[in-house]
């Protein structure tokens, strides 16, 4: 029982958000409206829906709230959310970033850095605990980003909080709120990619932010008024419908992701596999700590470029697609991209999903008769 309701949080995703009184649909509808008739004078009441908000997105941000222990801002995306945050700080604010993070946050402090120091921003090596030390001195905002994307760093959220004045976000889309709740361990502000396994079906764009402070919930509400990062209906209708089986889901992607991460690690054609869940990880005590399993991502490194390219091309049942979270397994190659040039020219990002895991091992491990051993 961890809060006031009684409830565990498998029973609070099935029940939170939901309508009340007799008569009522148990679900949410989707409201397909800007605006609403106007109240009496002085009565207040919904107007508009950039505003007011929707009774869709009350819901999502409901359950969401609750299980972060914080109330929380629906966005319409991840990036959406994390530019709200980063906007309430004022011009020239020190920013801190992890250098292993989502691209996307970086890209944004570095377009802002060059548009004239909306932000000065450094990114540090968060898994080099003097770095990180030296630069939260004098930050303004402390960005963690724990487990990354994609290298699956860990950090110590606690003693980061403990250490620093600055505020703290911690992007939380790789744990989801099962497991681990940053504000319990003195973040300021959680930010998901609804996207991912919140949503967790690949059909939509959502992102959300939970707070420490209530007055900071008024000024991210502000944020998307006056900006217009709002979440479409339909979107926070599916959005909410996946987090109902976000317990499930996790636990079935879970236990395969740790299942495959042991069977990577002896593949004579893998090298280094991270997982936070394998003794071997860097930080795995402090994931053990930290976070209630070690979630449903694997990184693994083959010889190079071309060997992980072949992976790619050769999986049939894990999908060879960008973005993590789906009920289907996802592989990618990420230092493909921009801005993951830190990132080994061989590391697959491996999304585990909810197929059986012994076709999903069969298929990576016919992938992998295709690359070269690494000894
Ligand atoms: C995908 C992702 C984001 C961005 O979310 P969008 O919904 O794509 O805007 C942010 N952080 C992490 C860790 C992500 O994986």
């Not at 606690?158 to 681990?180: I, M, R, S």
């Not at 470029?305 to 091309?313: G, I, L, N, R, S």
Request: with cysteine.
């Amino acid at each position: 029982m961890e809060d006031g309701t009684g409830l565990r949080p498998e029973t609070r995703l099935a029940v939170l958000g939901r309508p009340h009184g007799p008569g009522q649909p148990l679900n949410v509808p989707v409201v397909p409206a800007s605006n609403f008739r106007a109240a009496p004078a002085g009565e207040g009441g919904r107007e508009y829906s950039r505003d007011d908000g929707t009774p869709g997105w009350e819901a999502f941000e409901e359950l969401i709230g609750d299980l972060e222990g914080g109330p929380a801002v629906s966005f319409s995306s991840g990036m959406a959310a994390i530019a709200a945050v980063l906007e309430l700080l004022p011009v020239g604010a020190r920013v801190v970033a992890p250098r292993d993070s989502y691209t996307g946050l970086r890209a944004l402090l570095a377009d802002g850095a060059a548009a004239g120091s909306r932000w000065r921003s450094r990114t540090v090596d968060a898994t080099d605990g003097d770095a990180l030390a030296a630069a939260i001195a004098d930050a303004d905002l402390v960005w963690l980003e724990t487990p990354s994307n994609p290298l699956l760093d860990v950090v110590d959220i606690a003693e980061v909080a403990a250490a620093t004045g600055a505020l703290v976000a911690v992007d939380n889309t790789f744990a989801t709120p099962l497991l681990q709740n940053p504000l319990s361990l003195g973040a300021d502000f959680v930010v998901h990619s609804a996207t991912k396994s919140i949503g967790g079906h690949s059909d939509l764009l959502l992102g959300v932010v939970a707070c420490r402070r209530p007055e900071d919930r008024e000024r991210l509400v502000r944020r998307r008024e006056v900006a217009g990062a709002t979440p479409g209906a339909l979107e926070a209708f599916l959005a909410l419908r996946g987090a109902r089986t976000l317990a499930v889901r996790l636990r079935q992607a879970q236990d395969s992701a740790g299942e495959l991460a042991r069977r990577l690690a002896e593949h004579p054609a893998v090298g280094r596999v991270r997982y936070p869940g394998l003794p071997g990880h860097p930080r795995h005590a402090v994931a053990a700590r930290q976070m209630r399993g070690p979630g449903t991502v694997v990184g693994f490194e083959v010889a190079d470029a071309a060997a992980a390219d072949a992976v790619c091309a050769g999986v049939r049942v894990v999908a060879a697609a960008t973005s993590l979270g789906g009920v289907e397994s996802t592989i990618e190659r990420r230092a493909k991209l921009p801005g993951q040039e830190h990132v080994p020219a061989g590391l697959l990002r491996l999304s585990v999903g909810i197929e059986h895991v012994e076709d999903l091992w069969a298929d990576l491990a016919a992938a992998l008769e295709a690359v070269p051993r690494t000894g």
